[in-house]
């Protein structure tokens, strides 16, 4: 083991230190500066300088960009992690421009610079091949994530929602623990190059099998896959808006890559199959399993769903079945296809909870009956949510469709046995168009109920739902244009 | 330049957004001048473009690195249905001049369809025409939740899902078609001299078959139509029946036919005296036309028999591509071409002439009316349109069916004599539908006179001429789309189909 050159590894994380310097300086001028002025105001202070910081390290990344791989994977520069890590401040800036008009705390400092932490804490996570800074900087995003689905302190479902999500967290955190650390014990390294290279030959031992299940709870808590979704239905409900947004967009982003960069590097040796009928067990086989158990319940559970935000809950759990389907294959091109998926995705449902957060501020739910007729008020965001929506559908020509075809095509051509589990996504994707088209018909065919007050929509609100309806459908009649950065991306770096 | 009909309509739909509020008498004007625009596009490319061979648009790479290109080209049959596309859309909007509740948001989800519909008849590319096949799926699902009549949020809802459950499947087969073929390329000439193994096809042909079968009307998988059709508002039910059902029996000709001909190979072996899925279509085919049929005749709905029969009428069409030799093939087309002209009157005279004036369309209601007084055009033109549907020669529907029937001798003789017998049963539903609804005399007491029924508008009698007119001419000179169809039909792409009819 060499030792650590630290000029070097000041210059891999220069990123994630502007995000957190800027989170500090944002934190010490609310507080300090802007203590007695309007909500407004200093939300909208911290928004710019929170925004400002993200798009600074956006440009050190893409101006200065490193490559390097410090201590075995300890600290990784490449294509594609600067891809991801772009993404991810992109989602961010999004996510803080949706807390603009929010009314839920005064303590503004403060819920931006989480949302600034956990943005650095996922950037960590996507830049190492190491388990034990993937589990801290899980961790450290995780953390943030429970303070911030509490936050508003006046409504008890966002302090149930956080408990529940902590306590379930907790738990997925010491399996996963439990799951690194033998790992660790097996291969007596930390680096998920090593590791792979332990393992090799048919049989399994049954120390690993253990890792394999355990590793799968905890990364399949984060990614909100059933059958450990309980958290996400709860604190999609509950907690504030650009928080659920937060949890629902970047940290799936995050924990998606690093499931994959896990499963096929680290326990590249230990895959198995899922063919059917000649299974050889491996992480392959359970992951396989995840997926399938997240496709029917998410998709069948979310018919039942009388509100938003828990279709969208239930939709997600649904989606992560789809996109475990690109962890099963772990090709080049099924990471391309993953990454364009989530990616896609996130934006779509920042937008959704966008619309959601204007009608519950204003009609105080966000039941079904509160978007009746929404179109005839307020044109410009239900044209937004039928877009996000229809694009989660898979409806072309939107982003959702492509996304879903690219991840389908690379997964027969990892494997063609894997068909199976394609016709089940596509036969349950057909399902889902029936709750999607439900929520709406609430919006365009329901006529306007009369003890409902009047929408107003926010100029600050249409502006990003219309960016954010714009990008899905340029994404979706132009898919190339993200599509080749992803592929050019994973071919400098290998997978 | 026939790309523009695709562009045209979109630009249309688009621009319906942006007028301000409260400008119905503008919309619809918009919108007819979209569509003629259209229409006239169609018709130059139609008779400019004698050959019938297949004439590529355009040609630009769109995902380079999975080879999908923006590829729009059309043939013979392209061309045919695109014209019928035409004719459809203008008289749509023709007979839905009187929708005054959100008027620019009708014309905009209308010409959203007509677009995509537009789209899928002249996609080369097959990822570019499910993108086009699947777009066509919303506007459907808004026209008749939102403008819609009887059941309407469960006639959408339905329908809906059954286009969407149809197309997942079609997506399935391409995917593993694209996959198997290397992933080189979606292009429909690429893909169809691609030679998938027989095994493959014997699994692929029937799932992408019967995905866009659906759509076409197949029986048992027909529920959505009638109901479907009963719950739109007319300009809906006549681009239904009228084109959307032909996107079905187009899909199965030209992707899951061309693409897998090998399905439609024997099997070796006959279970219940079925051979090959050629067989087992065919008589779903002819299932369909004879309960279509009989359904129809015992409805109390007026709009319920016209849904019906195009159940039958699309049973027709299945049966002909089944048929597998030139004449059966070239009359599904005709008929394709024939019955879209012919439910679009029918629905035209049911749902706008009738419906709209009445507000009921119960059989028993409407006979003591006294219709063929009262609103004499709208009796002729169901006369007419009627004749036409029973297959009358003079009518279009005439030489399609004939087409069809000499088609299915040749091939399914036993199967020919139940048509045959549908289209007796067929003749039996219109003459009932018609005596029952317009010529009903003497009995009950007539309308009374504070609510006199309003006179037929120029916009629908221009409508009807315009349907009735194209009907004739082609059931005059049917060469005018044979002579483009049977070279479309000859081409090398259908040459795995020909080389595949086991006569």
């Known amino acids: 083991m060499n030792a650590i050159n630290y000029s070097q590894l000041l210059q891999l994380v220069w990123p994630e230190i502007i995000v957190v ?47 390097a791989n410090l201590l ?145 709870i905890g990364l399949g808590f984060k990614v909100a896959a059933a059958p450990f979704h309980f958290w996400a239905p709860d604190v999609y409900q509950g907690a504030p808006a650009p928080s659920a947004a937060f949890i629902a967009s970047g940290s799936k982003v995050a924990s998606f890559f690093v499931f994959f960069q896990l499963a096929a590097i680290g326990l590249a040796g230990a895959e198995g199959t899922a063919t059917l009928p000649n299974v050889v067990r491996g992480w392959v086989l359970v992951v396989a399993l995840v997926a399938t158990v997240s496709m029917l319940l998410g998709n069948l559970v979310a018919i039942r769903q009388s ?82 929506i229809l694009s989660l559908a898979g409806i072309p020509p939107l982003a959702g469709f492509f996304a879903k075809f690219y991840l389908f095509v690379s997964v027969l051509q990892g494997s063609k046995s894997l068909v199976w589990l394609v016709v089940l996504a596509i036969a349950m994707s057909a399902v889902s168009l029936y709750y999607y088209l439900r929520v709406l018909k609430r919006v365009y065919v329901t006529p306007p109920s009369a003890d409902l007050p009047a929408l107003r929509s926010p100029l600050l609100s249409q502006v990003l739902v219309l960016v954010l309806a714009a990008t899905t459908i340029l994404f979706g009649c132009a898919p190339h244009l993200l599509l080749q950065w992803i592929q050019a991306a994973i071919q400098a770096s290998g997978l | 330049m026939l790309a523009w009909t695709i562009y045209i309509s979109f630009f249309g739909a688009a621009a319906m957004l942006l007028l301000p509020k409260g400008n119905a008498a503008v919309a619809r004007v918009l919108a007819l001048l ?63 001049w009187n929708i005054q509740e959100r008027t620019k948001e009708f014309f905009a989800f209308y010409l959203l369809l007509i677009g995509a519909v537009y789209g899928v008849f ?48 079609v997506l399935v087969g391409l995917i593993a078609a694209y996959v198997a073929a290397g992933s080189h390329s979606m292009s429909l000439g690429e893909l169809a001299g691609y030679s998938f193994s027989p095994h493959f096809q014997m699994l692929a042909f029937p799932l992408v078959f019967v995905g866009f079968a659906i759509l076409a009307g197949l029986w048992p998988f027909h529920t959505w139509a009638p109901t479907g059709h009963v719950a739109a508002p007319t300009a809906a039910s006549m681009l239904l029946a009228g084109v959307v059902m032909k996107l079905g029996a187009y899909g199965c000709l ?134 036409a549907s029973m297959g009358l020669p003079g009518f279009s529907g005439f030489v399609a069916e004939l087409m069809i029937v000499i088609g299915a001798w040749h091939a399914f003789p036993a199967l020919a004599i139940c ?66 169809i049977v070279p479309a039909l000859n081409s090398p792409m259908f040459e795995g189909l020909r080389k595949g009819s086991w006569q």
């Open chain 1, 72 to 216: 075995d994977g300890t600290i990784i520069a490449s294509p594609l992690t600067n891809l991801v890590q772009i993404a991810l401040l992109v989602l961010t800036v999004f996510t803080l421009f949706l807390s603009a008009n929010s009314t839920f705390t005064e303590h503004v400092g403060e819920f931006v610079l989480l949302i600034l932490v956990a943005t650095a804490g996922m950037m960590f996570l996507v830049a190492s091949q190491d388990l034990l800074v993937i589990f801290i900087s899980l961790e450290l995003l995780s953390l943030s994530l429970y303070i911030l689905a509490a936050f508003s302190k006046r409504s008890v479902q966002s302090w149930e929602a956080a408990l529940k999500y902590f306590l379930f967290g907790g738990m997925s955190a010491a399996f996963l623990l439990f799951g690194f650390s033998l790992l660790y014990g097996l291969a007596n390294s930390t680096s998920l190059v090593h590791i792979a290279a332990a393992f090799h030959g048919p049989s399994l031992n049954p120390l690993l099998v253990i890792a394999i299940v355990t590793s799968t």
């Open chain 2, 419 to 484: 048509v045959g017998f549908g289209i007796l049963i067929g003749v039996v539903y219109v003459w009932r539908a018609m005596q029952k609804a317009f010529f009903a005399e003497g009995r009950g007491e007539p309308i009374p006179p504070d609510h006199p029924l309003p006179p037929i508008t120029l916009s629908e009698r221009l409508g009807a001429i315009i349907l009735i007119a194209t009907s004739v001419l082609i059931g005059i000179y049917p060469q005018l789309l044979l002579n483009i």
């Open chain 2, 34 to 96: 979209t569509a003629v625009v259209g229409f006239a596009i169609a018709l130059t490319a139609f008779l400019h473009h004698r050959t019938g061979e297949m004439l590529t648009i355009t040609r630009v790479p769109w995902i380079p690195t999975l080879g999908i290109e923006y590829h729009l080209a059309a043939d013979g049959i392209s061309l045919t249905l695109t014209l019928l596309t035409g004719i459809v859309a203008i008289t749509g909007i023709l007979f839905s």
């Open chain 2, 122 to 169: 002249l996609s080369y590319d097959l990822f570019l025409l499910f993108v086009f096949y699947e777009i066509v799926i919303i506007p459907k699902y808004f026209l008749i939740a939102i403008w819609g009549s009887t059941r309407r949020e469960y006639g959408a809802m339905k329908l809906a899902l059954y286009s969407f459950i149809g197309s997942a499947m």
């Open chain 1, 21 to 67: 310097a800027v989170a500090l300086i944002l934190m010490a001028t609310d507080l300090l500066v802007l203590r007695k002025a309007a909500l407004r105001l200093r939300f909208a202070v911290a928004i710019l300088l929170g925004s400002l910081g993200c798009t600074i390290a956006i440009a050190r990344i893409t101006l200065a960009p490193v490559q």
């Open chain 1, 307 to 388: 509100g938003l935000r828990r279709l969208i809950a239930y939709s997600a759990v649904a989606h992560a079945g789809y996109m475990l389907l690109a962890i099963v294959t772990h090709t080049e091109q099924s990471l391309a296809a993953l990454l364009y998926y989530v990616i896609t995705y996130a934006l779509g449902t920042i937008g959704t909870f966008a619309v959601i957060d204007v009608v519950e501020q204003q009609r105080g739910s966000d039941q079904f009956s509160s978007f009746d007729g929404l179109s005839r008020q307020a044109p410009v965001l239900s044209f937004g949510l039928a877009i996000f």
């Open chain 2, 254 to 387: 030209r992707v899951a036919m061309t693409l897998f001909p090998l399905g439609l190979a024997p099997w070796g072996h006959h279970i219940l005296g079925l051979g090959s899925w050629r067989d087992v279509f065919a008589l779903l085919a002819v299932i369909g036309i004879i309960y279509g049929a009989l359904v129809a005749l015992v409805q109390k709905d007026f709009k319920f028999v016209i849904g019906y029969s195009s159940v039958s009428h699309m049973g027709f069409i299945l049966l002909g591509l089944m048929t597998l030799n030139q004449i059966g093939l070239s009359g599904a087309v005709v008929q394709m071409f024939s019955h879209g002209i012919l439910a679009g009157l029918l629905f035209a005279v049911v749902g706008r002439m009738v419906y709209a004036r009445t507000h009921t369309r119960e059989l028993a209601v409407l006979g003591p009316m006294n219709l063929n007084k009262v609103i004499p055009f709208a009796a002729v033109t169901f006369v007419l349109a009627g004749m």
